[in-house]
């Protein structure tokens, strides 16, 4: 039986009624990673790969485990590792598909070598096999499903011949979208504002992208938003806080941002949650994550929001298992 406590509790007005929020635990992950995009597919959490401070100093820290989470058990299972170590990649279920795209691979240049692998899972002996490639090599994205199709914006791409190493990459705009039934990739209006380490959720029928970093400027507020029938971005209200490394989850009727970093004044994370509201265009204080992290994931399940491992610290330090589920509950304002 999973120990669950209460870990904070905190009231909003939104409209004529008061959402309280609370924090439970569950299982935490076998091997703690960070630097991960997870998916919620056929009533599981996926994480696959990721980089871990817990990894031996002798080999690179990136893995090519995959670890499931099963929703009516409680509990993770190991599935088949990916074919390679792999981190920043972006995994999407649609169409009844999982599907992993771009992220970092090991190679004699070294573990930052950047990938345009389109990896699914064979649903008949549940191996991971490379179906289709990106236009380019692309990782750090942000990814969302609008009708049926996959949507990737913003990210990092790889410079010169040399790829291999963090400093080879340079920021993007670019965004593709994935067909699931035939694998071609198209062309959509480009993000305003390139950079990568983003996060974004559909709300309303709007993608939302927030945050991020550019290689040269560091982290951002910005807030773009894309309208699929015009095919065009929109400006929103900033972040309270320029934030990068983070998550999003759009959950009753409205976006929530967890966490992220900065490297000012020898760095930090953050631990406060921000909820949007687009009726009034700003965003509000709503909680506390539990633990501040950043490089982490987030999924929502049934209204209940899965913010999943991570970092505690700046960078490739203190990488966390936990799995923690939020939980909002409306009730009539006094």
């Given at each position: 039986?999973?120990n669950?406590?209460?870990?904070q509790?905190?009231?909003?007005?939104?409209?004529?009624?008061?959402?309280?929020?609370?924090?439970?635990?569950?299982?935490?992950?076998?091997l703690?990673?960070?630097?991960?995009?997870?998916?919620?597919?056929?009533q599981?959490?996926?994480?696959?790969?990721?980089?871990?401070?817990?990894?031996?100093?002798d080999?690179?820290?990136?893995?090519?485990?995959v670890?499931?989470?099963s929703?009516?058990?409680?509990?993770?299972?190991?599935?088949?590792?990916?074919?390679?170590?792999?981190?920043?990649?972006?995994?999407?279920?649609?169409a009844?598909?999982?599907?992993?795209?771009?992220?970092?691979?090991?190679?004699?240049?070294?573990?930052?070598?950047?990938?345009?692998?389109?990896?699914?899972?064979?649903?008949q002996?549940?191996q991971?096999?490379?179906?289709a490639?990106?236009?380019?090599?692309?990782?750090?994205?942000?990814?969302?499903?609008?009708?049926?199709?996959?949507?990737?914006?913003?990210?990092?791409?790889?410079t010169?011949?040399?790829n291999?190493?963090?400093r080879?990459?340079?920021d993007?705009a670019?965004?593709?979208?994935?067909?699931?039934?035939?694998?071609?990739?198209?062309?959509?209006?480009?993000l305003?504002t390139?950079?990568?380490?983003?996060?974004?959720?559909?709300?309303?029928?709007?993608?939302?992208?927030?945050?991020g970093?550019?290689?040269?400027?560091?982290?951002?507020?910005?807030?773009?938003?894309?309208?699929?029938?015009?095919?065009?971005?929109?400006?929103?209200?900033?972040?309270?806080?320029?934030?990068?490394?983070?998550?999003?989850?759009?959950v009753?009727?409205?976006?929530?941002?967890?966490?992220?970093?900065h490297?000012?004044?020898?760095?930090?994370?953050?631990?406060?949650?921000?909820?949007y509201?687009?009726?009034?265009?700003?965003?509000?204080?709503?909680?506390?994550?539990?633990?501040?992290?950043?490089g982490?994931?987030?999924?929502?399940?049934?209204?209940?929001?899965?913010?999943?491992?991570?970092?505690?610290?700046?960078?490739?330090?203190?990488?966390?298992?936990q799995?923690?589920?939020?939980t909002?509950?409306?009730?009539?304002a006094?």
């Amino acid at each position: 039986m999973l120990n669950t406590f209460l870990l904070q509790l905190s009231a909003i007005l939104i409209g004529s009624t008061v959402v309280s929020s609370s924090w439970q635990d569950e299982a935490a992950m076998p091997l703690p990673v960070q630097e991960i995009y997870p998916a919620v597919h056929q009533q599981q959490i996926w994480v696959v790969g990721g980089l871990s401070s817990t990894l031996g100093q002798d080999t690179p820290p990136v893995t090519a485990k995959v670890q499931q989470y099963s929703l009516n058990q409680r509990q993770w299972q190991q599935g088949n590792d990916l074919p390679e170590p792999r981190h920043h990649s972006y995994l999407v279920s649609v169409a009844n598909q999982l599907f992993s795209f771009g992220g970092f691979v090991v190679t004699e240049q070294g573990w930052w070598t950047n990938s345009p692998d389109i990896l699914l899972l064979n649903p008949q002996n549940g191996q991971w096999q490379k179906v289709a490639e990106l236009p380019a090599p692309l990782s750090e994205a942000v990814a969302s499903v609008i009708d049926g199709k996959v949507h990737l914006a913003s990210g990092r791409t790889a410079t010169a011949e040399k790829n291999g190493q963090w400093r080879d990459n340079t920021d993007v705009a670019w965004h593709w979208i994935f067909d699931p039934a035939s694998y071609q990739i198209t062309e959509a209006a480009a993000l305003p504002t390139a950079r990568n380490s983003a996060a974004g959720a559909l709300l309303h029928g709007r993608w939302h992208v927030v945050g991020g970093r550019t290689v040269a400027a560091g982290n951002l507020a910005v807030h773009e938003v894309f309208d699929p029938q015009s095919n065009s971005w929109q400006q929103r209200a900033p972040l309270p806080e320029a934030q990068a490394g983070l998550a999003a989850a759009v959950v009753a009727d409205t976006l929530l941002v967890f966490g992220g970093e900065h490297f000012i004044d020898g760095g930090g994370v953050f631990s406060t949650v921000w909820q949007y509201l687009p009726a009034e265009d700003r965003w509000q204080a709503l909680t506390s994550l539990p633990i501040a992290r950043h490089g982490h994931g987030a999924v929502v399940v049934d209204e209940q929001v899965y913010v999943i491992g991570g970092a505690a610290e700046v960078g490739l330090k203190a990488t966390l298992g936990q799995l923690q589920r939020l939980t909002l509950a409306p009730k009539p304002a006094n």
